[in-house]
């Protein structure tokens, strides 16, 4: 089974054996579709052509006229969110459904459960799912997606230091969220963000990232505080070799909204899951 997500800020595309529900193949890239959707509303011309180049780039991999495709935040929000998808698919023959912020995060709770069992977790969770236009926080059967992510918030804040003064505004709302129900026994995290600095922490760069070792990994606090600390210190090149080609800036601001709802939520430390919504298509699509 083939799926897609169009995220905020990545594309990823996974093919899973619907007997085992293992990872064939994937393919993962940055193409930014939410740069510059802060200030304009809309989804400009370059990200079109990024995510078409990735899209094209992915039919020598999979045969994508079988694929299931979704997209998110950014597509949702969006002024020339439908102008794009159509453009999508004239150039690609590739066709994406926009879904919805409450069918986005129960696609990705389908993943993040299925995993956690295969890992041998039974507790209670809340789930972050941390993206680049959106943050959704489930808990139990319960869930919510806030307008805020990454690549929105690295770009309104400007810097490090604008994100850290602003982040208590950020995470308010969510905040809110999650103090409003019973605290669950662990505390999931899923995206870029977690895994990105899972690895870091092991020792993995970007071209050397390993699903098997991030999975089921952990970060506390202080492991989180560390990273951050080592990626500013580094020149830009040397950061873009850790946590890849133009996330430098994004993963700043990840670290610290991911720290903020943390602290809020209670918890010291986080368990990193690396499958998210493309995975959870693929599974519901295999169950059907």
């Known amino acids: 089974m083939i799926a897609c997500d169009l995220g905020s800020n990545t ?12 990872r064939i193949k994937e393919f993962e890239r940055m193409v930014k579709t939410a740069d510059g959707l802060h200030e304009s509303g809309r989804i400009s011309k370059e990200a079109l052509e990024r995510i078409i180049d990735a899209i094209l780039e992915a039919k020598g991999l999979f045969d994508l006229s079988k694929a299931h495709a979704v ?5 949702r929000m969006a002024s020339n969110g439908k102008e794009i998808l159509r453009a999508i698919e004239a150039k690609t023959g590739l066709r994406f459904i926009m ?3 409450k069918q986005e995060a129960r696609l990705t709770a389908l993943a993040v459960s299925w995993r956690l069992e295969k890992l041998g977790y039974h507790d209670s969770y809340m789930l972050m799912d941390l993206g680049g236009g959106s943050t959704e926080i489930t808990i139990g059967d319960r ?9 929105t918030v690295a770009q ?3 810097s490090a230091q604008g994100v850290r003064e602003n982040i208590d505004c950020i995470v308010h709302p969510i905040s809110h969220f999650i103090n409003s129900l019973q605290k669950p026994k662990i505390f999931v995290a ?3 963000t977690p895994t990105t600095i899972a690895a870091f922490n092991m020792g993995l760069d970007y071209a050397h990232y390993d699903v098997k070792k991030v999975n089921g ?5 202080d492991d989180l505080d560390e990273a951050l600390e080592r990626l ?3 020149e830009k090149k040397e950061r873009e070799r850790w946590v890849g080609v133009g996330r430098d800036d994004l993963i700043v601001a990840g670290v610290l909204m991911v720290k903020a709802i943390m602290i809020e939520a209670g918890f010291s430390e986080m368990l990193v899951i690396d499958d998210g919504l493309r995975e959870g298509l693929a599974l519901q699509k295999c169950q059907e």
């Open 71 to 75: 997209t998110t935040a950014a597509v």
């Open 156 to 158: 309104k804040y400007g």
């Open 11 to 22: 594309l990823r595309i996974v093919e899973l054996d619907c007997e085992s529900g293992d």
């Open 232 to 234: 500013l210190a580094m």
């Open 190 to 192: 899923t995206a870029g």
């Open 99 to 101: 879904i919805e912020a």
């Open 217 to 221: 990994s952990h970060l506390g606090l």
């Open 143 to 151: 869930s919510k997606s806030f307008d805020v992510g990454i690549v």
